[in-house]
């Protein structure tokens, strides 16, 4: 007995995707956001810290501006 297939008349939900389509980026935005956390923090307590401000910028460099590309 073979089953005929039907045609859709548009009255049934599309089908929903296994996983969201942004779903690899999440990991790339989660290290680009604690970078962007640890250099923010690096400038508000820079005199306590060593490296001062250039550490700070490599910081948000090498995070946020490298997970942006």
């Known amino acids: 007995m073979s089953r005929t297939p039907t045609r859709d008349n548009g009255s049934s939900p599309p089908p929903t995707p296994e996983s969201p389509p942004l ?3 999440l990991p790339a ?4 956001r604690l ?5 923010l ?11 001062g401000r250039w550490l700070a910028v490599h910081l948000f460099t090498l995070g946020v501006v490298s997970n942006m590309v």
């Open 23 to 25: 779903g690899p980026l």
């Open 41 to 51: 923090v690096w400038v508000v307590i820079v005199d306590v810290l060593p490296g």
């Open 29 to 32: 935005v989660l290290a680009g």
């Open 35 to 39: 970078y962007s956390i640890t250099a």
